[in-house]
Each structure stands twice: as C-alpha cells, then as structure tokens.
C-alpha cells in the first residue's frame, strides 16, 4: 500500500509564510511526477503546483506563479511546497499527488494514482 503522508499544515496571516511537506512510503514513487492540489470550502479541487520525476521542470497555477516554489529530494522520496506571500484566498485543503505518467498529465487532470489524505492551510487576513 502506497502512503503520501503530509506534514502539518496551520495557520498564518497574510503576507506570511508555511511549507508543506509530503513523504511518499515507497521509493518507486521516485520516478514519479509530483505535485500539489488544494479544494475551498465550496470549491473544486484545483492543481496549485507540479514537479516531473527529476525535478527539473516544475509548473505552477497562475494564482501561485511568483509565490509558491515546488521542489523535490528523490533521496528522501519527498516533495515540498513553500509558500510564501500568502493570501486569505490561499486558504484550502492542501493535498499531495503523485501521477506514473507525465508532468503534464498531472497538472491537467485531476487523476492521479496516489493521493494524501490532506492538510489544513488557513490564511487570516
């Protein structure tokens, strides 16, 4: 059984900073492409932020381009995503992926083969 186990998220006020962290339990999820979605209250589940296998291309929403940053360590089979510049309109369920195929399908479906159970992000203005 596949785990994607996050980190704790919290509370910040505008303007601030938190990073996420997701520890995949098998290491064939190395070669995986990684990334990060988060669901509103009242809202869909959007993609925030991917990473291909290698970690040498990332791609971002438009709402978190400039602020977020992807990145993994295949060492520690572990992807993070700090945040910074946070806004109220951040504030969502934060949920780790994992997907066996491209960075691209990532990013453009909502169908990844693993996902987290998810983590609490709240924005206070």
């Known amino acids: 059984q596949v785990q994607l186990v996050e980190s704790e998220g919290g509370l910040v006020q505008a303007g601030g900073s938190l990073r996420l962290s997701c520890a995949a339990s098998?290491?064939?999820?190395?070669?995986?492409?990684m990334g990060w979605f988060r669901q509103a209250p009242g809202k869909e589940r959007e993609f925030v932020a991917g990473?291909?296998?290698?970690?040498?291309?990332?791609y971002y929403a438009d709402s978190v381009k400039g602020r977020f940053t992807i990145s993994r360590d295949n060492a520690k089979s572990t992807v993070y995503l700090q945040m910074n510049s946070l806004e109220p309109e951040d504030t969502a369920v934060y949920y780790c992926?994992?997907?066996?195929?491209?960075?691209?399908?990532?990013?453009?479906?909502?169908?990844?083969?693993?996902w987290g159970q998810g983590t609490q992000v709240t924005v206070s203005s």
């Open positions: 098998r290491r064939t999820l190395r070669s995986y492409a």
């Open positions: 992926a994992a997907d066996s195929g491209s960075l691209r399908k990532l990013y453009s479906t909502n169908t990844s083969d693993y």
């Open positions: 990473i291909n296998w290698s970690g040498d291309t990332a």
